[in-house]
């Protein structure tokens, strides 16, 4: 359809974002209406549903394609590789009734004014605005550009002074009615799916519980003209001005920080509950969108919907104000529940492959009923009987329970995981844990212990470093610039008289021995807030140059900028500025005469031992400029370096097994940190992630600079456990000359954030192989930790991803599993969450993904045999003009294979991870050849069993009596003259064609179960799954008793006839030589690994997954890595050149 488009039928909504669908414009028409009402009658409601999962079909029936500004609906679908189909109705909102209250019209200015989106959407001549809603979000179309764009909140285009100006006042009563009738109340409502939906919906009960007291909240709001007043958060729109007084209270949206300073607790939204000091929106002459005015992290002066507010301080006397930015389902936490809502489609194969099998059952099905039609109208029976034969064989060979029997797998690996403390929103991700073969970590609080304890200060003067104050000594830490810097550069707050904050922040201050207080009336600085933090030597410090600092204002740490800055007053003295941060950031701000010359070589000797180092910096500043009004450039520059904060990084007792673990299973672990490179590659080496004897490979690219092409150099890093300062000139230890096996052994790669961005822009042919051997990253920013998991995604690897949820949700979202490690049941940063805060749960859902997976097999073939079983043995009767009984079918759907269905899936996960995966498929040769091979025994034994049961000599007898009779007597009956006819019953089902089938089809039922019930090496055996085991055996129990019971009225009820004893023991034997056959065949041929693996061989198969071709690739390559080198980017690529030694000097 995309090459007949009318002009402006077709557009982009959300052009760019994650969520980008593609628009198309159409009109309903009448008579097409009337033909799809018409059609949907006589096809008794088959039609309808076709619509609902075929929605472009319903679109392309009912309606004619048009202009998107004629449209009453419009087509949508999504540009990514899904390409999913929905469509919405045009929706009309109507400003009449404010006409006729506030006096409306079409000339009025709050019309006329055309800057907004809001205005543009109002057309003038009836004051009504067209709409639509996706995904719980309305767009309104833009009469001025032609287009349908998002409303609810504020515009992307603003800058801070135009937010301070137009909206620092609060928005009139009239501008608030305009803006809730369009953009929709302020609420994220979840409805509860009403029972007669639960057939193709999913019910929403506890995401409704979860945001049902985000709805009810009062809050204060100031209205231009009246002043504050109470509202209901409802009623909230983009724009309003809330005041925030008090403390504890809960944010109903998105709004900008304009006055004041708040600390709040963001564990709703990160999964940490660390308070987050946010500072207000400056007011500054640039025109320039708000977002993009600093390079600081523009969310810091952003209150998040969700977030509770736990303090909120004004500046001097005024009150905490914030301007609403994004209300109901725009703000953060609406993109959260709408991401469980509308959950991004995985790529798994599993289910596609689900489908195409399905599909193939279909076309089974549909020669049955070719079968049906054929043999039933030949023997003259009546159309309605014919009908309904054929429909039936489509419900049996198409299991209708399949759906369920895949999904209670994963429910009961859910239920286990969570008894482990282990939370999931996305329980279809399980079966992708099965799957995964990377697994990247954050290191800080994932890897090592999150609280870091302060081991000693490295003071610096002008002479260059100083002896090393170890807090271990007990020795009291000298006062001056240093300790001062630990005791105010921090975000701590002070909260019911207990200081709360980060643990880093926390053991920091601790170790100064000062003590925190709120200003009070014998502290008073002009310009200083109410209730400003203030921080005093306690009387143990003896002799100090302050009597204390109030700290005035602070540029919170960041992530991207990794460093954090305060401006502090002295009690009766100097303005001061404090910097602390990654010693390299840090020492680019600081004046060079102040930084060591001997910097990099000191900062080794602890990054070398794993510990965490921080750097500290100062400034005196100008007393007379108010601190709110001084720029962050101005501020952080020409600093004074004050020496390094040194601080213990312990690895958790957990970690080395855990990693342990997951290498003898043959899956990747990698290292995705912020923190400094060689304290990374130590950690890697202490947790075993670089196991002895494995070399580890610096990977530096630079910029191009000047004439000079972007560069990038591998350098072995050599591993000494003590390093003597003096003989020490790098920042990493380079070994100059490489021994001959340095190549042939194995090798990791580490680079760092800025390495990565240089290769990812200049060196795209060269990433592919780092990455290959790519352990260790460090300095890497939020964004690029997204980024390289999805670079390890193009390599078809399966990729995990396990952090504290704080730096890390980019990439936990990015990744095909994320694993948040938090405390916090509720949190939906990440599609799973682990209570214990360890890498444990890494193994355990790889675990239970691998089981589920498994289950899912498992259970897919077991229905398709069930459903194959049945089919087989129908067909077999309708030859005869028969068919099974309703008893007979329910006893096998219920009694059997939905006890089956239910208890096979109970095995837990084998609790040891074996070095191979699970197949991630279902059209994989094992699992295919397994199906068909059961399914050709299962029809040779019904064949047979038809067969050799019409050649028996009582067949001809009388029905109910062939068990009763002698077989001497048998020749006398057959040759008899009276001999009664065949097939004479009560039952019009019951015939010995009719019993022996169900019999065997029966307990074939039950001995597939037990064949495919796989229990090593993915799952615990099978004999452990106690309650399936029980249910096997009670099952076999009661269709024996059935077989071999002489009960007239069992056999009545079931439409079953007496047959002779030896009849009955040749039907036993049947069933135990197919069990014979079958589980040979499972365990000789379809579970032999090796078997498997010799065909491949033998037959030259190679992987088509990305990493595997670049494994082959790079083992043929003798040239690789290429050590001591220097490759450069040009127009042409990458050309290598000869590698020159360059000094220390050179480099810095």
């Not at 009961?412 to 995981?417: G, I, S, T």
């Not at 600081?590 to 990099?600: A, H, Y």
């Amino acid at each position: 359809m995309g090459d007949h488009l009318e002009k402006g039928q077709h557009a982009l909504l959300n052009e760019g974002d994650e969520n980008e669908m593609e628009i198309f414009g159409y009109r309903t028409q009448g008579c097409r209406k009337a033909l799809c009402l018409i059609g949907s009658i006589f096809s008794l409601g088959i039609l309808p549903l076709v619509y609902y999962w075929r929605p472009a079909w319903h679109v392309w029936a009912n309606c004619v394609p048009c202009s998107l500004q004629e449209a009453d609906v419009v087509l949508l679908k999504t540009t990514d590789e899904f390409k999913i189909y929905s469509w919405k109705k045009v929706m009309w909102i109507s400003l009449s009734a404010l006409s006729r209250t506030s006096g409306l019209t079409p000339d009025h200015p709050l019309i006329t004014d055309e800057e907004y989106i809001i205005n543009r959407a109002i057309r003038k001549s009836d004051l009504k605005v067209r709409y639509i809603k996706v995904q719980k979000i309305r767009y309104v179309w833009n009469n001025l550009e032609g287009q349908f764009q998002k409303i609810g909140s504020l515009e992307d285009w603003l800058s801070s002074a135009k937010i301070h100006q137009k909206f620092g006042l609060g928005l009139t009563s009239e501008e608030q009615e305009i803006r809730r009738l369009i953009c929709g109340p302020n609420a994220i409502d979840v409805e509860v799916t009403p029972i007669w939906k639960l057939l193709i919906k999913e019910q929403s009960v506890k995401l409704h519980h979860l945001v049902e007291s985000h709805n009810s909240i009062t809050v204060s709001v100031c209205e231009r003209k009246a002043g504050v007043q109470d509202l209901e958060s409802r009623l909230l729109v983009p724009g309003d001005l809330l005041i925030l007084t008090g403390s504890r209270v809960q944010m109903p949206c998105d709004a900008i920080l304009i006055d004041g300073s708040c600390v709040v607790d963001e564990g709703m939204l990160t999964g940490e509950s660390i308070p987050v000091t946010k500072t207000p929106l400056s007011q500054m002459a640039s025109s320039a969108p708000w977002k993009m005015q600093t390079e600081a992290d523009p969310r810091r002066h952003v209150l998040f919907c969700g977030t509770e507010v736990i303090q909120a301080r004004a500046a001097g006397s005024g009150t905490v104000r914030a301007v609403v930015l994004q209300t109901g389902f725009n703000t953060a936490k609406g993109d959260l529940v709408r991401a469980i809502l509308y959950p991004k489609p995985m790529n798994f194969k599993l289910y596609r492959d689900a489908i195409r099998f399905l599909l193939c059952l279909v076309g089974t099905a549909t020669i049955g009923m070719i079968y049906t039609l054929c043999v039933y109208v030949l023997s003259g029976e009546p159309p309605e009987e014919v009908v309904r034969k054929a429909l039936d064989v489509i419900t049996i060979a198409v299991p209708p329970a399949l759906p369920a029997a895949l999904t209670t797998g994963i429910i009961y690996a859910q239920r286990r995981l969570k008894r482990k403390g282990i939370f999931c929103i996305s329980p279809q991700r399980i079966n992708v844990c099965g799957q995964l073969n990377l697994v990247c970590f954050d290191k800080t609080g994932t890897l090592t212990r999150g609280g870091l304890d302060p081991w000693g200060v490295v003071p610096c003067d002008q002479n260059g470093f100083q002896a090393v104050h170890s807090f271990a000594s007990g020795k009291a830490l000298p006062q001056g610039p240093l300790c001062a810097a630990m005791a105010s550069c921090h975000s701590l707050i002070l909260l019911d008289g207990t200081i709360q904050g980060d643990p880093m922040d926390l053991k920091m201050f601790e170790a100064t021995k000062w003590e925190m207080t709120t200003s009070g009336d014998d502290f008073h600085i002009k310009g200083m807030l109410a209730h400003t933090m203030v921080v005093k030597p306690t009387d143990t410090v003896g002799q100090v140059p302050v009597e204390g600092l109030a700290i005035l204002r602070q540029f919170p740490f960041s992530s991207a900028l990794q460093r954090m800055t305060v401006i502090v007053q002295e009690m009766r003295g100097d303005r001061l500025a404090f910097m602390k941060g990654a010693p390299e950031r840090v020492a680019s701000f600081c004046r060079p005469d102040t930084v060591p010359s001997s910097f990099i070589s000191e900062l080794q000797i602890y990054t070398t031992q794993g510990f965490r180092v921080i750097a500290l910096a100062y400034k005196k500043l100008e007393s007379d400029c108010p601190a709110t009004a001084l720029m962050r450039e101005k501020v952080e520059s020409d600093l004074i370096f004050l020496g390094l904060l040194i601080l213990e990084n312990r690895l958790k007792e957990e970690t080395k097994p855990v990693l342990e673990e997951l290498i003898s299973a043959r899956i990747r672990t990698v290292m995705i940190t912020g923190d400094d490179l060689q304290t990374a590659i130590t950690v890697a080496r202490k947790s075993g992630m670089v196991s002895e004897g494995q070399k580890v490979i610096l990977v530096e690219a630079n910029e191009a600079t000047g004439s000079s092409s972007a560069s990038v150099s591998w350098k072995l890093v050599e591993e000494k456990k003590h390093i003597p300062l003096e003989n020490q000139d790098n920042y990493i230890n380079i070994r100059e000359e490489v021994p001959d096996h340095g190549r042939e052994g194995s090798y990791h790669f580490a680079l760092s954030g800025k390495s990565f961005h240089v290769l990812s822009q200049h060196f795209s042919s060269l990433l592919p192989k780092i990455l290959m051997n790519g352990t260790i990253f460090a300095r890497m920013s939020p964004g690029q930790k997204s980024s390289l998991v999805e670079e390890f995604q193009k390599l078809d690897y399966f990729v995990g991803m396990c952090g504290d949820g704080a730096n890390d949700c980019g990439a936990l979202k990015m990744a095909h599993v994320g694993i948040s490690l938090s405390e916090q049941e509720a949190s939906v940063a990440s599609p799973f969450t682990s209570k214990t805060a360890n890498i444990e749960c890494v193994p355990h859902l790889i675990k239970e993904g691998r089981a589920a997976l498994v289950t899912s097999f498992c259970m897919f073939k077991y229905m398709a045999l069930y459903s194959m079983i049945q089919y087989v043995g129908v067909l077999l009767l309708y030859w005869e003009t028969n068919s099974l009984s309703n008893y007979q079918f329910l006893f096998q759907d219920l009694a059997i294979t939905t006890l089956i269905g239910v208890t096979m899936n109970l095995n837990g996960a084998n609790p040891k991870l074996v070095p191979f995966r699970p197949a991630g498929r279902l059209i994989s040769p094992p699992l295919l050849l397994s199906v068909i091979l059961n399914i050709l025994l299962s029809l040779a034994m019904h064949v047979v069993g038809f067969v050799l049961v019409q050649k028996q000599p009582w067949y001809l007898m009388e029905l109910h009596s062939a068990c009763t009779m002698r077989n001497e007597s048998i020749s006398a009956i057959i040759t008899s003259p009276n001999a009664p006819e065949k097939n004479r019953s009560h039952s019009p089902f019951s015939s010995f064609e009719n019993t022996t089938i169900w019999f065997l089809g029966t307990i074939n039922c039950i001995i597939v179960a037990l064949v495919f019930s796989k229990g090593k090496p993915f799952r615990q055996p099978t004999y452990t799954n106690y309650i399936f085991v029980l249910v096997l055996i009670l099952q076999m129990g009661v269709c024996l008793f059935i077989l071999f019971a002489d009960i007239p009225e069992l056999h009545r009820r079931l439409d079953l006839l007496c047959t002779p004893v030896l009849w009955r023991v040749y039907i036993l034997i049947m069933i135990s030589s197919n069990f014979v056959v079958s589980f040979a065949v499972e365990e000789t041929i379809i579970e032999n690994r090796a078997l498997w693996l010799a065909v491949k061989r033998c037959f030259g198969y190679q992987s088509k997954s990305q990493y595997r071709i670049w494994q082959r690739n790079l083992a043929n390559d003798s040239n690789w890595p290429p050590l001591n080198q220097t490759s450069c980017s040009d127009m042409q690529g990458v050309s290598y050149s000869n590698p020159v030694f360059e000094s220390n000097e050179e480099q810095l």
